[in-house]
């Protein structure tokens, strides 16, 4: 029968109530957030034929040669990375409870094998090379825990997801809803980028080259850092399916946690859309690329992932559909396929580089790029920079001037209106966040992380924070912007008044009382001040006013285009 039913990993309900009591006893593991989207897949059936977290042989297998020990086709490690702590209480025959990140159980796994992975191994085996530009290497290496636990999954209960409830779907549910409409030949469209006018006449042409209906299945678990939410993604798509042919085209949302490992990647991407009832994929130049290595070159040529997906076309049981780059001619005011523009004629493109600076500076979008509504939710989540919120990060010794120059900018700044500016000054914070804090490394660290995570907080929501603690470390400066980044600029001003000048002024007389040594651990006198090697600004109070100093960063900030023109 077509779109018959795949074997999911699920108990039933019945079973489910009482394996969830007697699981409240065993040892837990809390799952990352990617854990979770491996686990839902698994489940599901999306991971069929895994039946739970690889164990060693099947490991050292797919990492070697992208098969399973008993030589069925699958090209990625499906791992359950836990810490050494946790994986010290446990032994090979033992079972463990699952759970989500606020405690609940939705799965148990009867641990058959636990083994510390070759990463390095991994890293090239799987992904090309041993090098952290590749997102799943940093993953690797930096998030994921040094122990695997492998073994059979019993499932419980799905991962619960708040967010397009109706747009989500098992591998069963699409396969349902296919067999009811008749559907035979489905092309599966993956993407984790909005769709603009160009993604919609190649997945409408290649749908349409295959006699097949399409489906639009976005990446909504995990992409690749610094994409577009997929909250946002998800509106944008709403809006694109209103403009094929109805009865053509249908959406589901696929919880996966992506990779980036390119060829490997679609292999598996394929394997994954056949379990979902699809018979095509589209498969694209540079599929799932994780973009530069650190020489700054593509870690895949940009029709690997093609051919490796030809390769084991047969296996995977999906026809490839190419991937035409389409692009618009003026001329014939249209989409052709760039091989096929008819000579002379102009061709138009904007690449996604181009889009994301019309983005930050309000530029035009013109209608034969993308669609208006599309435009329109694009524009809501990245206004133009000057819309934008952000962090101006104050550092330098006590005394330096780092609280009034801050003063004066949060002054000028609400002088001129548009977005709520808040001031979190080193002697204000530590007496309404951190009262309990000293001044070991220990202590200022954890002083500078909570202004940190306020500010990006108060960055990502769209307002202006101005930080000025003393933030005598250079790492965990670093750590703070990177924190802010993610939602918006970091200026880091440095107020590089010399010490010499600091003890002259002495405003609070703590310089003296440092000398004599009543005062232990005082920045500059008897504890370490690293002074920022490429601050955004560098401004020494010495000579010069209050309002000169604030000026100069309010001119920075015109450059940076955060303030200013619209
Ligand atoms: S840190 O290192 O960033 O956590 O320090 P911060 O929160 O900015 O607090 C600095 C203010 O605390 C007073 N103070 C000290 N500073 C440095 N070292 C020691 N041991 C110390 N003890 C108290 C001092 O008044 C600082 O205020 P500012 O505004 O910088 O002069």
């Not at 799952?31 to 060693?56: I, T, Y």
């Not at 994929?281 to 093609?306: L, S």
């Not at 202006?464 to 912007?481: D, E, F, N, Q």
């Amino acid at each position: 029968m077509i779109h018959a039913p795949i074997p999911e990993l699920y108990v039933s309900y019945e079973s489910s109530q009482k394996l969830k009591v007697e699981a409240a006893s065993l040892p837990s593991w809390d799952l990352s957030a990617r854990q979770v989207c491996d686990l839902e897949l698994l489940m599901n059936g999306g991971f069929a034929p895994l039946k739970g977290f690889l164990g060693e042989g099947d490991y050292d297998s797919v990492v070697d040669s992208m098969r399973l020990a008993d030589g069925t086709l699958w090209p990625m490690p499906i791992t359950l990375d836990v810490t050494e702590k946790f994986a010290e209480g446990i032994e090979p025959g033992q079972d463990i409870a699952l759970r989500d990140a606020e405690g609940v159980i939705l799965a148990t796994m009867t641990v058959t094998d636990k083994w510390t992975p070759d990463k390095p191994r991994e890293a090239r085996q799987v992904f090309g090379a041993d090098d952290l530009a590749h997102p799943a290497v940093n993953y690797l290496h930096h998030t994921a825990g040094s122990v695997y636990l492998g073994g059979p999954v019993t499932g419980i209960q799905p991962p619960v997801h708040y967010d397009f409830r109706a747009r989500r779907d098992t591998p069963n549910e699409l396969r349902a809803r296919f067999r009811k409409l008749g559907w035979r030949k489905i092309v599966a469209f993956q993407t984790r980028n909005p769709l603009h006018r160009a993604h919609q006449e190649l997945t409408f042409r290649a749908a349409r080259e295959a006699q097949a209906n399409l489906l639009i299945h976005p990446v909504v678990g995990m992409t690749k850092p610094g994409d577009v939410d997929h909250f946002t993604r998800v509106r944008c798509y709403e809006a694109v399916l209103d403009k094929y042919p109805s009865a053509t085209t249908t959406m589901s949302l696929l919880n996966l946690a992506m990779r980036m490992a390119g060829p490997r990647e679609a292999v598996w991407h394929g394997l994954i859309r056949k379990n979902h009832g699809c018979t095509h994929f589209i498969v694209g130049r540079d599929h799932a690329g994780p973009g530069k290595n650190r020489q700054g070159q593509d870690f895949y040529g940009p029709y690997d992932a093609q051919e490796l997906f030809k390769q084991h076309e047969a296996e995977i049981g999906v026809t490839m559909v190419d991937f035409k780059h389409m692009v618009y001619v003026q001329e014939k005011a249209q989409y052709y396929p760039a091989n096929e523009v008819p000579k002379g004629d102009t061709v138009l493109d904007i690449s996604g580089t181009e889009l994301r600076r019309r983005l930050r500076e309000g530029l035009e979008i013109p209608e034969w790029f993308s669609f208006p509504e599309v435009v329109r939710e694009l524009r809501r989540t990245s206004p133009p920079r000057a819309k934008q919120g952000f962090t101006v990060f104050f550092t330098g010794l006590s005394g330096s001037g780092k609280s009034t120059i801050a003063n004066a900018l949060m002054v000028k700044l609400m002088e001129m209106g548009g977005r709520p500016v808040t001031l979190l000054d080193g002697d204000v914070v530590r007496k309404h966040l951190s009262s309990e804090l000293g001044f070991s490394k220990e202590h200022r660290d954890i002083n500078i992380k909570r202004i940190g995570y306020v500010a990006s907080e108060i960055t990502k929501n769209g307002g202006i924070a101005i930080c000025a603690p003393i933030a005598p470390y250079t790492a965990t400066r670093r750590a703070v912007r990177e924190m802010t980044e993610a939602y918006g600029a970091f200026v880091e001003v440095h107020v590089a008044t010399p010490v010499e000048e600091c003890e002259k002024r002495d405003r609070k007389g703590l310089y003296k009382l440092a000398r004599e040594g009543k005062i232990k651990e005082f920045t500059g006198i008897s504890d370490p001040y690293e002074a920022p090697e490429t601050p955004e600004l560098r401004v020494n109070t010495e000579g010069l006013d209050v309002d000169y100093c604030a000026q100069q960063v309010i001119l920075k900030l015109e450059q940076m285009g955060l303030i200013g023109t619209e």
